[in-house]
């Protein structure tokens, strides 16, 4: 069976500060996976994807992510991060044509003055 | 969110009610899918369908009913709703990626 992890229920960063946000997969075969952030009663909203290709991928409002196939992970990262960057962030993975996603438990991402 | 809408976006029932919820889609996409969200769960699939009667079971199905007439509408249906499905839904729609809806946010009292 598939399983996403995000090992980290909340992260504290400065705004300026570069960030990170961990996530671990455990996916047969070739894995597609996936970074979704969710704002305050709100969906889902869609950042970025890794299906094949290129390593590092880049995605919206200036986040990208680093596939590394060794150390089965898929990191967000931002350069310098925005105290609107504040929100839940979201890991998912899925094999094959991804007809099914499974989610990491979410990542608080809190960026203070 | 464009192209999928969920109906209600909140709603109250008392335990043992049938509850259904709707997922419409403009997109005419294949795939849709049922999740819940609860604290330090995630999003978790219910049920999901790959086209109009093609329905399957995911990770937390108990308790859940789920049917497709037609390409645009997911139906969820708890039968007799208790307390441990109060939670907020979420319909998605993919054709490899995924969109999801506003959510429904469901409380069984």
């Known amino acids: 069976a598939q399983s996403v992890a995000q090992p980290e229920d909340q992260v504290n960063v400065a705004e300026g500060n570069p960030l990170t946000v961990k996530c671990t997969y455990s996916?047969?075969?070739?894995?597609?996976l996936f970074w979704y952030v969710q704002y305050p009663n709100r969906g889902l909203q869609f950042l970025l994807k890794?299906?094949?290709?290129?390593?590092l991928v880049k995605g919206s409002y200036g986040f990208e992510a680093e596939f590394n196939k060794s150390q089965t992970s898929f990191h967000l990262k931002k350069p310098s991060a925005l105290v609107s960057d504040s929100a839940l962030y979201f890991c998912?993975?899925?094999?094959?044509?991804?007809?099914?996603?499974?989610f990491g438990t979410g990542t608080r991402l809190q960026v203070t003055l | 969110d464009a192209g999928i809408t969920q109906s209600p976006r909140h709603k109250v029932t008392e335990t043992g009610t049938p509850v259904t919820l709707r997922c419409h889609q403009t997109?005419?996409?294949?795939?849709m899918y049922w999740y819940r969200q609860d604290p330090g769960h995630g999003l978790r699939l219910i049920h999901y369908s790959y086209g109009v009667k093609d329905t399957d079971k995911g990770e937390v199905s108990d308790g859940y009913s789920v049917s497709r007439s037609k390409t645009e509408d997911f139906l969820l249906t708890l039968e007799s709703a208790t307390s441990s499905q109060t939670s907020v839904y979420f319909c998605a729609i993919s054709e490899r990626v995924f969109t999801f809806g506003s959510g429904t946010r469901l409380t069984v009292v």
């Open positions: 998912a993975g899925g094999a094959g044509t991804a007809s099914k996603l499974t």
């Open positions: 890794y299906i094949t290709g290129d390593n």
């Open positions: 997109e005419n996409h294949r795939y």
């Open positions: 996916v047969s075969g070739n894995p597609y």
